[in-house]
């Protein structure tokens, strides 16, 4: 026979693959040869806990397994691993290791102490920034499902879109109590003419940045109203001022811009947010240059 090419290579024949999508390894990393000794025995079930396990908090989809082993009866064996507690699966189908759950819990966990820790007046924290907080490659139904064994467990509690660890509320400190003391009082006597958050923060020598989390603990217990502009309003103002609108557009239909104005009672700067405001609340609606009650035009 002719000699071998120079240029080419040598083929071997009798190999078996045990892998056809492993994970980027050094040769010389013992968990390559772990897995593939592992992988060796051919046993259906542990090549899928093998691959689940190396998948990490990223996890892996159904889908994945099924291109990468191309088994029958791939469900059945999901659905033992998850009897067997090591395995956990998402309704969107991702696979998890029950340890890398667990890891991810754990690290859910200490996002949501760290964010206490920053902004204890926050209730707690939105669940978007808590997903942000952990690693870039956790898929969003592997967060959410570590998120509800939390909850489950009474680790964490749940509110709506926030989340905030078992027992936390918002704690104020000595100093913070008595700003908010002098905030209140302050909001009561300005009623529906507050001032800036600028003016307002020189007044009580405090930084602006400061003091914003403050109001926004007011507007929490019920104590204030934000209005656009910035603007943090006494809610007892603001209630009589809503009941004097309500029962003005009750009787008049109609309210011209001017006249708003004048019922009111304060300057274009106060006005417009607290008209914005209860625009933004849907208890209003402007049609030109006057408001209506929602509901009483057609179509509202």
């Known amino acids: 026979p002719p000699p071998p090419p120079t240029t080419?290579?040598?083929?071997?024949?009798?190999g078996v693959v045990l892998d056809v999508a492993p994970p980027h390894r050094r040769r010389?990393?013992?968990?390559?040869?772990?897995?593939?000794e592992v992988?060796?025995?051919?046993?259906?079930?542990?090549?899928?806990?093998?691959?689940?396990?190396?998948?990490?908090?990223?996890?892996?989809?159904?889908?994945?397994?099924?291109?990468e082993m191309g088994l029958d009866g791939l469900d059945a064996l999901l659905r033992g691993l998850e009897e067997k507690r090591q395995l956990a699966r998402t309704p969107a189908g991702t696979c998890l290791a029950e340890e890398a759950l667990a890891e991810l819990a754990r690290r859910a966990e200490a996002a949501l102490a760290d964010f206490h820790e920053r902004e204890?007046?926050?209730?707690?924290?939105?669940?978007?920034?808590?997903?942000?907080?952990?690693?870039?490659?956790?898929?969003?139904?592997a967060a959410d499902l570590a998120l509800a064994r939390l909850v489950a467990a009474g680790r964490v509690e749940e509110e709506g879109e926030t989340l905030r660890r078992a027992?936390?509320?918002?704690?104020?400190?000595?100093?913070?109590?008595?700003?908010?003391?002098?905030?209140?009082?302050?909001?009561?006597?300005?009623?529906?003419?507050?001032?800036?958050?600028?003016?307002?923060?020189?007044?009580?020598?405090?930084?602006?940045?400061?003091?914003?989390?403050l109001l926004a603990h007011l507007v929490r217990e019920g104590v204030l109203v934000r209005a656009p502009g910035e603007l943090w309003f006494d809610r007892a103002a603001v209630d009589a001022l809503r009941e004097r609108v309500v029962g003005h557009l009750r009787l008049?239909?109609?309210?011209?811009?001017?006249?708003?104005?004048?019922?009111?009672?304060t300057t274009r700067k106060h006005a417009v947010p607290l008209m914005e405001l209860f625009d933004g609340e849907r208890l209003t609606l402007r049609v030109g240059n006057r408001r209506v009650l929602r509901g009483t035009q057609p179509g509202t």
Do not use: C, F, S
């Not at 992988?39 to 159904?62: C, D, I, K, M, Y």
């Not at 978007?128 to 969003?140: F, I, K, W, Y």
């Not at 008049?252 to 009672?265: F, N, Q, R, S, V």
């Open 252 to 265: 008049h239909g109609t309210l011209e811009t001017p006249a708003y104005k004048d019922l009111i009672g």
């Open 39 to 67: 992988l060796a025995h051919r046993e259906p079930e542990t090549e899928v806990r093998v691959r689940v396990e190396r998948a990490g908090l990223a996890g892996v989809r159904r889908e994945g397994l099924a291109r």
């Open 120 to 141: 204890p007046l926050r209730p707690g924290m939105p669940r978007g920034a808590l997903r942000g907080a952990l690693p870039d490659n956790v898929p969003g139904d």
């Open 8 to 14: 080419g290579g040598t083929t071997l024949g009798g």
């Open 167 to 213: 027992g936390h509320r918002p704690a104020l400190g000595e100093r913070e109590r008595a700003l908010v003391a002098r905030v209140r009082a302050q909001a009561h006597e300005a009623g529906l003419e507050p001032p800036t958050l600028r003016d307002w923060a020189a007044a009580l020598g405090e930084a602006p940045e400061r003091l914003r989390p």
């Open 28 to 36: 010389t990393d013992p968990a390559l040869r772990r897995d593939l």
